[in-house]
């Protein structure tokens, strides 16, 4: 006979209701498959590039901005939000790190460390 | 004629009612806090809660400072009032917060409905004070505005989701509209304090202009002919608001003076 062991932490029932009906539909809740993941970039200020903050589950495409407005930046870090669904992010394999990365890695004359650059030239 | 005195504490009442209002709804919706129904709506949720005690926040230090101004004229023995004291040490009966912040959580359904219902009518409200004649209220209205209108699309959001959802989110949000509506009378019944709302029926026809286009949305039909619930404006609660004023006042009536 199986016997199925979970943890469980405070919260994870409501006041009344030691499990059963109550736990059953917070796992279907919290089913993985039920919303799907968004990734979220923020743009800091005016003027600086949207960078990656982080990921989150949403519904939508307009509760995963809201969502990204809630969690990403209620301590003033963003004026702009872009969300996109994870599954639409393609990605380099690591496997093939070596083959697309490493060939750079004994060309530093591609860095332009070999100028001299005249004083009044400031932002380099 | 009222003399100034008078005048005074009628206002007096009027800002607690509007941060007693805040600070019950910031309340109940923190019970969320660590029980939401995804991290992100907990956080949500959380976060409004944050923006109603920071209303709440706002209303009681101008009644602080009207009543240790007006020292002598209120209930309260002291004239070193604080927005904590006020918070912490009044009694149920000197609460003025409408009925339906302080009725319990629930369900989901019943907590974003709650916070569409209020703040379409906060925001109708807060309008007044923001053209009206108090330099102070009118200050805490414009900050306020601003949250308010998030409050708003946040919550019709989630109304028009569950309510035009699934049979059991649609049947859930329906329960929660029954439940909810005898207390949104109470909205649009002047209590004697609140001498500067002059046009009830303009906002409650406001409200109910903003609301019907959600409602239609969301496959929900607003109740008929329901008794209306009142009281809280004047200090007559619900069995509910002993309890929540226990667990919010605990700590600083069983420990005097304590700070984090």
């Known amino acids: 006979m199986k016997t199925f062991i979970g943890k469980q932490l405070y919260g994870d029932f409501g006041e009344q209701e030691p499990g059963g009906e109550i736990a059953k539909e917070k796992k279907a809740m919290h089913d993985e498959d039920a919303w799907p993941l968004w990734e979220v970039f923020i743009r800091s200020k005016q003027g600086l590039d949207h960078k990656h903050a982080g990921s989150l589950k949403a519904a939508d495409a307009q509760m995963a901005i809201e969502n990204a407005r809630d969690v990403y930046t209620r301590r003033q870090e963003g004026v702009s939000i872009w969300v996109v669904e994870s599954k639409h992010i393609h990605a380099t394999n690591p496997g093939e790190s070596e083959s697309l990365f490493e060939p750079a890695e004994d060309k530093i004359y591609r860095h332009p460390t070999f100028y001299d650059l005249p004083d009044e030239i400031k932002h380099m | ?260």
């Not at chain 2, 304090?193 to 046009?199: L, P, R």
């Open chain 2, 1 to 260: 004629m009222l003399t100034d005195s008078q005048k005074k504490n009628l206002l007096i009442d009027f800002v607690l009612f509007l941060a007693d209002t805040n600070l019950i709804l910031g309340q109940r919706n923190a019970e969320w806090c660590a029980h939401g129904p995804i991290l992100e709506q907990d956080i949500a949720i959380t976060n409004i809660s944050l923006d109603l005690i920071g209303q709440s926040r706002n209303f009681y230090q101008y009644a602080a400072k009207l009543l240790n101004e007006n020292a002598g004229a209120s209930q309260l023995p002291h004239n070193d009032l604080t927005e904590d004291s006020l918070a912490y040490l009044r009694t149920e009966r000197e609460f003025k917060n409408l009925l339906i912040t302080e009725l319990p959580k629930q369900d989901w359904a019943h907590t974003v409905l709650r916070q569409l219902l209020y703040s379409l009518y906060s925001q109708s409200l807060y309008n007044r004070l923001l053209n009206g004649h108090d330099v102070q209220l009118s200050a805490i209205a414009e900050k306020a505005l601003k949250e308010v209108a998030y409050h708003i699309k946040w919550s019709s959001e989630w109304v028009i989701r569950l309510g035009d959802g699934t049979d059991e989110s649609h049947e859930r949000m329906l329960i929660a509209l029954q439940a909810l509506w005898p207390y949104t009378g109470e909205f649009f019944i002047a209590a004697t304090y609140e001498t500067s709302i002059t046009d009830y029926n303009v906002i409650q026809q406001e409200w109910s202009e903003k609301l019907t286009p959600i409602l239609i949305q969301a496959t929900l039909e607003v109740p008929q002919n329901v008794f209306m619930q009142k009281g809280g404006k004047q200090g007559i609660h619900t069995e509910h608001m002993g309890f929540i004023l226990a667990d919010l006042q605990y700590l600083q009536r069983t420990y005097p003076g304590a700070e984090w």
